[in-house]
């Protein structure tokens, strides 16, 4: 058994398992990961096994267990310093942390408008004005991210991949799912998010997974 065990769910719908896994990816660790599928009569007591909140994703590292994937993405920047999962400097990374905060409570016409469906193609489906202005300023924030800080080696928001990108990355599949166009600054970030190989890995992941639910809103 590995020292690490994620809990997630459905690949193809569930961002918020997206994000930590991504991040859990990034510091290197070998890990096991268990899919609990959503919408199931055993859903609830499966995940209560190993979610105290009923929700998902969770991790188990060590005798450490955490719930909620910006707690997740924060406990591994915090135990993993090497990943880089937070910038350095101070001012980049209080950005990096609001950044990441504004998405996971923030965005929820976008969030139930354009649901993660990572496999699936729904040409301009769902885009309300309100959904507009969720996507408005979402490209707002990787500009000034590329912008002020986005100067090291690799395209991501902090010049190198942070949490803030692991928290933005289900916006890129949902752009790419509901055909949303990106400008010169914002697309080559989406585009170099998508290419990551452990991106590519969850969606071969998502695409062969059996289970298919019409009305998500994850
Ligand atoms: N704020 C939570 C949201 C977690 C959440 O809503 N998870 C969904 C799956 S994506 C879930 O576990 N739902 C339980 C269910 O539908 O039974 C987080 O960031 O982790």
């Excluded at 599928?37 to 450490?64: C, E, F, M, V, Y």
Aim: glycine share 4%; proline share 6%; with cysteine.
């Amino acid at each position: 058994m590995a020292e690490a065990t994620i809990y997630l769910a459905n690949k193809n719908y569930s961002s918020w398992s997206l994000r930590p896994w991504l991040a859990l990816k990034r510091t290197g660790l070998a890990f096991d990961e268990e899919v609990i599928p959503l919408r199931q009569t055993t859903t609830r007591s499966d995940i209560l096994r190993h979610s105290p909140s009923g929700k998902l994703p969770a991790l188990r590292h060590g005798d450490a267990l955490v719930w909620d994937s910006l707690a997740i993405c924060e406990y591994l920047a915090e135990t993993f310093p090497e990943a880089r999962l937070l910038p350095q400097d101070r001012l980049a990374r209080a950005m990096a942390r609001s950044v990441s905060a504004e998405m996971h409570s923030g965005f929820a016409a976008l969030r139930s408008h354009l649901p993660m469906n990572m496999r699936s193609s729904f040409p301009n489906r769902g885009v309300t004005p309100e959904v507009t202005a969720d996507i408005n300023r979402i490209t707002a924030i990787w500009r000034e991210c590329r912008a002020r800080f986005g100067g090291g080696d690799e395209p991501f928001l902090f010049g190198h991949f942070t949490i803030a990108d692991a928290m933005y990355a289900p916006v890129v599949s949902r752009f790419r799912t509901y055909k949303i166009e990106l400008d010169e600054i914002t697309l080559p970030y989406a585009d170099a998010i998508w290419a990551m190989p452990e991106l590519q890995e969850w969606l071969v992941a998502a695409t062969n997974e059996p289970m298919i639910i019409d009305d998500a809103e994850f």
